[in-house]
């Protein structure tokens, strides 16, 4: 496990360049990043609608890794009133007068605990299950709040984290006429060629 920017920073994002490319942003770093090979085992992938923080995020998407998981098992959801029953670091209704959810997951009918607090859920369902893990390699972010994101990849991912929306290390950053106005250009390959090009200016002083 590895952590990333400060307390301080604004935000932390996680830049995925391979075996995909995308971002993942958060905004209450710092955060702490782990990847793994899963062995064996089951991912439940779920998909839903949380609140934090008086704060709506809808269309998020969470796994959770079953490492004893096999081919026969089944899985499903619960749901518990936040404040009545749920434990999601807030009560129900929320300033607005909405009611959500702790998230528990239910194991051929047992009851693994809920492993999303303090996220209040308003609906959540499980998108699908990988049940060949053994290949797969998992990215897994935690924020400060303890909200926790996990991304699957075939491959062994490469990513890089920046605080602030900043340029990743081992890059300079340079003005663009391109959103977002910056671009990040990798130092070694500037200082190769800057050596390329005083070897070769050099060699034009001495003829």
């Not at 710092?30 to 991912?43: E, F, M, R, Y």
């Not at 900043?166 to 990040?184: A, I, Q, V």
């Amino acid at each position: 496990m590895t952590t990333h920017c400060s307390i301080n920073d604004s935000i932390a994002t996680v830049t995925v360049t391979s075996p995909v490319k995308e971002k993942l942003k958060f905004d209450n770093p710092p955060i702490n990043v782990t990847l793994n090979s899963n062995s064996s085992g089951n991912s439940i992938n779920i998909v839903g609608d949380y609140e934090q923080f008086n704060s709506h995020h809808p269309n998020y998407f969470v796994s959770w890794e079953d490492p004893t998981g096999n081919s026969t098992d089944n899985y499903s959801l619960s749901f518990y009133e936040c404040g009545k029953g749920g434990i999601c670091g807030a009560s129900s209704p929320n300033t607005s007068g909405e009611i959500y959810y702790a998230l528990h997951i239910n194991k051929n009918g047992i009851d693994t605990g809920n492993h999303f607090n303090p996220t209040g859920w308003y609906s959540a369902s499980i998108a699908n299950i990988n049940r060949d893990a053994a290949n797969l390699f998992s990215l897994r972010v935690v924020d400060r709040l303890g909200v926790i994101l996990t991304r699957n990849y075939s491959q062994n991912p490469e990513y890089a984290v920046t605080c602030n929306d900043d340029c990743p290390e081992g890059t300079s950053k340079c003005f663009s006429t391109n959103y977002p106005g910056y671009c990040c250009l990798p130092c070694n390959e500037i200082k190769a060629e800057i050596r390329a090009i005083t070897s070769h200016v050099r060699s034009l002083n001495k003829e």
